[in-house]
């Protein structure tokens, strides 16, 4: 049985920062493509950043300089590590692993981020 489960969300000030870790379990973590997305109510969940199996990596404009993606293969974890917090950062956090042949998704359940004062 897969499972993603993200950590690290919180409460921080505007200009803090937070680092978000992703645990996988139940797959071949090598083989799956991993991403950050994020959601708030009443708006389309939005890409955040995303890794391939090779190392490749790519951002959402809004994030970049700000937000750093990494992964560690021996771990099976992927981390999202986010500086200088906006108040529009302010999201539901979600994990997801997308295997790199057959594009099956898998997604965790979400941690929350609130970024205010």
């Known amino acids: 049985q897969v499972q993603l489960v993200e950590s690290g969300g919180g409460l921080v000030q505007p200009g803090g920062s937070l680092r978000l870790s992703c645990a996988a379990s139940?797959?071949?973590?090598?083989?799956?493509?991993m991403a950050w997305y994020r959601q708030t109510p009443g708006k389309e969940r939005e890409l955040v950043a995303d890794i391939t199996v090779i190392g490749i990596i790519d951002y959402l404009d809004s994030v970049k300089g700000r937000f750093t993606i990494s992964r560690d293969n021996a771990k099976n974890s992927v981390s999202l590590q986010m500086n200088n917090l906006k108040p529009e950062d302010t999201a539901v956090y979600l994990c997801?692993?997308?295997?790199?042949?057959?594009?099956?998704?898998?997604w965790g359940q979400g941690t929350q981020v609130t970024v205010s004062s």
């Open positions: 139940g797959l071949s973590f090598n083989l799956y493509g």
């Open positions: 997801r692993a997308t295997h790199w042949r057959d594009g099956v998704n898998y």
